[in-house]
């Protein structure tokens, strides 16, 4: 049987198989008529087909069997599909089927490129957003700052000895008379007033002033035909709040004004402050109200600061939608004819209306513009509802436009700032093309800095000892601490021995590499001799970060104490004392050294003299007024060795005050006293829980030695939980031990016998033992 004529009988069986017996046998016939090796051939195959299953069963006779019925169709349909499939792929061959694989690919690719596209716009409607917000946040702000001292400015002129006076005068004269305007008097000292105002203004002032029956005693903006006019209701309102004793902004508009206004009146909105006049006994007598009519231009000017780019505006509008500042489409919206020619702009009323269409595409609307609704932003603005819209809205042009908006309840004005879609979005083609090159260029950059980075890291792992960094040579490696190594070297010029610290691959990440540029920047700064000197700071061509450090061959106090076991305690006055004098100045500096312990603290001789202190390792320190925003460390970790941290940083990690150094001072102290910590434990947790909860004891609890009480007690109170129990400053220790008396000084001859007895023992110290700083994580 060819293949054809087996596809032929498999078709003719599916189609019949499920059919019952006359049926089956009509299709039979007409399909086979004269084809009977086709009938022979389904009928043998119909003859072994049994309806319930396709396997028949060994053993049928069971009473409870239940056959599992599988449809001829469904078989057909997954068995069919799988076929094709496999006959297809493998009709391609080898290289048809890499192609085939590339294809698929290259789909995935694009439904991920689709997807990441989708989210990149996402994004950018996101920043979009934001821009936008943070524009319009901006000008309302130079807004209110603008109004502010305007405000100020009206309350200081009302503050004027002599324009109290004159308008006292004129409160008394008038407060019984009916017809204000023929007052006998009035009329020189409302001149006087005028006089006075325009010399406190350095110009012509437009100004009203109110008395407490809320009627106009003197104008400056008339004729002096409205003396003696009531205010508005309105206005009467707003001349309330001011006799109260407040200051307000009132936008006046012609159906929103405190005087009344003729039908022939030409008038333009604008604000105007209104301030109380008080007399010397501070009653308020009157209310001074400023005409501010630079207020349309001043907003003007504001707003023009805003025009970005070739469509972005910011504008403000009343509660009419009508604009109250200039708009940078006076051409279009002539064009459009929105508004009238003319070269007079005060006589232009331009509102945000939607004309329904793109004008400036040659779309014109047939009702009046009166009758056309606000824009989607001035209704939304209008309202109350502060917003922004990224997706586009017609503006008073008619043009799409995304925008953000605010409603100034106060001022009874909105701000909004817009700009065309076309400018802020890019055509889609565009943006395809330029992704591709940025996904082209990326992969290649990927390719470029992943070899960098084996290059670099090879080098970087492979310098060590007789290794040249700039113009210095590594010797030896002298010490190590969490983040960084330390070596001896030299200067390839001055010969000068020196210690370079490296910092570690491992943390090359950003705040790591700050941290350790904050220890260079605020070591630096002290000049102390007893703090180590920083001599050089950079950045190899490998990328290696190092700090150059004068060079102390000495010991650190953690391998004085494994000498001595506990130090006499005129000894530990003296080094205690040349600490001291290192924090007081980085403390007047402003730094806060945050890990000091025995380890970061050095003895040596220098110049001849022994016992000489060096405070090292300012990597932990931190400004005094550091913000939350510079902080370095995070805000749940707390870094430095703990058993010398202060309890404070405990609840606070950022701390940053110098009695947090007092502390560590005293544990340091203590620990030179004894010969043991003043808090320990077998795991960080225990160090942690006795730091926080358990009382501090003196160290002569802890020793044979005798300690002189004053200095005892001194210690004990650096050790305090509560940093205000603490003394106030490094300075206060340096006077209370000055005033130790009941000791002998330690002098110069002991400290050179005691070094010329254990020099050779201390040659093979290290710098930097002690446990180290780490960061311990707070619930």
């Known amino acids: 049987m060819t293949p054809n004529q087996y596809g032929r009988v498999k078709e003719l069986f599916l189609r019949v198989v499920d059919l019952d017996r006359e049926e089956r046998e009509r299709v039979l016939e007409?399909?086979?008529?004269?084809?009977?090796?086709?009938?022979?051939?389904?009928?043998?195959?119909?003859?072994?087909?049994?309806?319930?299953?396709?396997?028949?069963?060994?053993?049928?006779?069971?009473?409870?069997?239940?056959?599992?019925?599988?449809?001829?169709?469904?078989?057909?349909?997954?068995?069919?599909?799988?076929?094709?499939?496999?006959?297809?792929?493998?009709?391609?061959?080898?290289?048809?089927?890499?192609?085939?694989?590339?294809?698929?690919?290259?789909?995935?690719?694009?439904?991920?490129?689709?997807?990441?596209?989708?989210?990149?716009?996402?994004?950018?409607?996101?920043?979009?957003?934001?821009?936008?917000?943070?524009?319009?946040?901006?000008?309302?702000?130079?807004?209110?700052?603008?109004?502010?001292?305007?405000?100020?400015?009206?309350?200081?002129?009302?503050?004027?000895?002599?324009?109290?006076?004159?308008?006292?005068?004129?409160?008394?004269?008038?407060?019984?008379?009916?017809?204000?305007?023929?007052?006998?008097?009035?009329?020189?000292?409302?001149?006087?007033?005028?006089?006075?105002?325009?010399?406190?203004?350095?110009?012509?002032?437009?100004?009203?002033?109110?008395?407490?029956r809320y009627r106009l005693i003197v104008e400056s903006t008339s004729d002096g035909g409205r003396i003696g006019q009531n205010a508005t209701p309105w206005g009467a309102s707003i001349l309330a709040s001011v006799f109260e004793g407040h200051s307000e902004l009132a936008p006046l508009e012609r159906d929103h004004s405190i005087a009344k206004l003729d039908e022939s009146t030409v008038f333009h909105p604008h604000l105007a402050i209104v301030t109380p006049l008080c007399d010397a006994d501070g009653r308020i007598i009157a209310a001074l109200q400023i005409h501010d009519s630079k207020s349309k231009e001043k907003s003007k000017q504001i707003t023009r600061a805003f025009r970005l780019g070739e469509s972005g505006e910011t504008y403000i509008f009343n509660r009419d939608g009508q604009l109250l500042t200039t708009s940078r489409f006076d051409r279009q919206l002539e064009q459009a004819g929105l508004i009238p020619t003319a070269t007079d702009q005060s006589v232009r009323n331009i509102f945000l209306r939607d004309p329904g269409g793109n004008t400036t595409a040659g779309y014109r609307f047939e009702q009046p513009a009166e009758a056309l609704p606000l824009t989607k932003m001035a209704r939304m603005c209008l309202s109350g509802n502060d917003g922004c819209d990224v997706d586009g809205y017609r503006d008073y042009r008619g043009v799409t436009v995304v925008g953000a908006w605010r409603w100034m309840e106060d001022l009874q004005v909105g701000v909004a700032t817009e700009f065309d879609v076309d400018e802020v979005d890019p055509s889609a083609r565009v943006t395809r093309v330029f992704a591709l090159a940025v996904m082209v260029q990326s992969a290649l950059c990927l390719c470029i800095a992943a070899g960098s980075y084996y290059s670099i890291h090879r080098l970087r792992h492979r310098f060590g000892e007789d290794q040249k960094l700039g113009q210095y040579r590594l010797e030896k490696q002298i010490g190590e601490g969490g983040m960084g190594k330390v070596f001896k070297a030299q200067h390839e010029l001055l010969k000068r021995p020196t210690a370079i610290k490296l910092l570690k691959p491992q943390f090359s990440d950003q705040e790591s590499i700050a941290r350790f540029q904050r220890e260079a920047q605020s070591a630096s700064q002290l000049e102390h001799v007893n703090t180590v000197r920083v001599l050089d700071y950079g950045v190899s061509e490998e990328r290696i970060f190092y700090l150059v450090m004068e060079y102390i061959d000495g010991l650190t106090l953690s391998r004085l104490v494994d000498l001595e076991n506990a130090i006499e305690p005129s000894r530990v006055i003296f080094l205690l004392r040349q600490v001291l004098y290192s924090l007081r100045e980085a403390h007047h500096a402003g730094l806060v050294h945050r890990d000091l312990k025995p380890g970061n603290v050095m003895i040596c001789v220098r110049g001849g003299t022994s016992d000489v202190v060096k405070v090292l390792d300012f990597g932990l320190a931190k400004p005094i007024h550091t913000t939350s925003s510079q902080a370095i460390t995070a805000s749940n970790l707390v870094a430095g060795t703990p058993q010398y941290l202060a309890p404070e940083r405990l609840h606070d990690p950022g701390t940053n005050d110098p009695r947090s150094d007092l502390f560590s001072f005293g544990a340091v102290a203590f620990f030179l006293l004894t010969g043991r910590n003043a808090v320990s434990g077998q795991s960080i947790a225990e160090i942690l829980h006795q730091l926080a909860n358990v009382p501090p004891s003196r160290p002569s609890e802890h020793t044979d030695r005798s300690i002189p009480p004053a200095l005892d007690d001194l210690v004990f109170r650096c050790l305090s939980k509560d940093p205000n129990d603490r003394p106030g400053s490094a300075q206060q220790i340096i006077d209370q031990l000055d005033r130790i008396s009941d000791l002998p000084e330690w002098s110069e001859a002991q400290a050179d016998r005691w070094w010329a007895k254990y020099r050779q023992a201390i040659r093979g110290s290290d710098p930097n033992d002690g446990p180290p700083a780490m960061p311990v994580e707070l619930p």
Do not use: M
Request: with cysteine; hydrophobic share 40%.
């Open 30 to 212: 007409d399909v086979c008529g004269n084809e009977p090796e086709l009938r022979n051939a389904v009928d043998a195959l119909l003859e072994h087909d049994d309806s319930r299953t396709l396997i028949r069963s060994a053993d049928t006779t069971v009473a409870d069997f239940q056959p599992k019925v599988l449809t001829a169709s469904k078989r057909n349909v997954i068995g069919i599909g799988v076929e094709r499939w496999w006959q297809f792929s493998h009709g391609l061959g080898r290289q048809g089927q890499l192609a085939l694989g590339g294809l698929i690919s290259c789909l995935a690719l694009a439904l991920i490129g689709y997807l990441v596209q989708r989210y990149i716009e996402t994004l950018r409607k996101e920043i979009r957003r934001e821009t936008l917000n943070e524009i319009v946040d901006s000008n309302v702000l130079a807004l209110r700052t603008w109004l502010d001292h305007e405000i100020e400015k009206a309350e200081s002129w009302a503050r004027s000895g002599h324009l109290r006076q004159s308008v006292g005068d004129l409160v008394t004269l008038t407060r019984d008379a009916d017809d204000l305007s023929q007052t006998p008097g009035a009329a020189p000292i409302r001149l006087q007033i005028h006089r006075e105002l325009t010399a406190l203004a350095g110009r012509e002032e437009q100004f009203t002033i109110w008395d407490q």
